[in-house]
């Protein structure tokens, strides 16, 4: 079993910054994954960057450039960057872990990011 739990999210202008933070605690030497999706209203929820335990990122074309993941692994934290940010970005944001050999999927709670003049 792992947890996860975001923190960062608010309201920003077009432009601005955000740093979202994700904790795990639990089972944290399984996990094999990390990564942060994020689902606007009325659309899917969508992978927008991934860190694996060996350091490789990927990142979904809309943000590369602008997000930026990174994972301590002293503090067991995620953070997910966030630069130039546009109303497009606005969405909540959820913290996504693959864990053990099957890599079974855990979901932290969400947190809101909204960004609006």
């Known amino acids: 079993q792992v947890q996860l739990v975001e923190s960062g999210g608010g309201l920003v202008q077009p432009g601005e910054s955000l740093r979202l933070s994700c904790a795990a605690s639990?089972?944290?030497?399984?996990?094999?994954?990390m990564g942060w999706y994020r689902q606007a209203p009325g659309k899917q929820r969508e992978s927008v960057a991934l860190?694996?335990?060996?350091?490789?990122?990927n990142y979904v074309d809309s943000v590369k450039g602008r997000f930026t993941i990174s994972r301590d692994n002293a503090k067991n934290t995620v953070y997910l960057e966030m630069n130039s940010l546009k109303p497009e970005d606005t969405a909540v944001y959820y913290c996504?872990?693959?864990?053990?050999?099957?890599?079974?999927?855990?979901w932290g709670q969400g947190t809101q990011v909204t960004v609006s003049s």
């Open positions: 860190i694996t335990n060996g350091g490789t990122t």
């Open positions: 639990g089972n944290i030497f399984a996990i094999n994954v």
């Open positions: 996504n872990a693959a864990v053990g050999r099957l890599n079974a999927i855990y």
